[in-house]
């Protein structure tokens, strides 16, 4: 994948990861939350944000070259 693919997608996820927070807080603070959907959103986010760290880590070069 070429560098400026990985800064789009990566993009993207980081857009997908906040608009999920909203809506995580935005369920959380209804009266008639669903508990399910909760966690089901938290589930997501939280692999949202490990492909993060993992195409962050790839754009770093490698220092030991």
């Known amino acids: ?3 400026a693919d990985t800064v789009k997608w990566l ?3 980081r857009v997908e ?3 999920l927070d909203e809506v995580i807080q935005y369920l959380i ?3 008639h939350h669903d ?3 909760i966690q089901r959103l938290k589930k ?3 692999r ?3 492909m993060i760290s ?3 880590s790839e754009l770093i070069p490698d220092l030991d070259a």
């Open 1 to 3: 994948m070429e560098e």
């Open 11 to 13: 993009e993207e996820l």
């Open 17 to 19: 990861h906040r608009d």
């Open 29 to 31: 603070e209804s009266r």
């Open 35 to 37: 508990l399910m959907k």
């Open 44 to 46: 997501r986010k939280l």
């Open 48 to 50: 949202l944000k490990d």
């Open 54 to 56: 993992r195409l962050e």
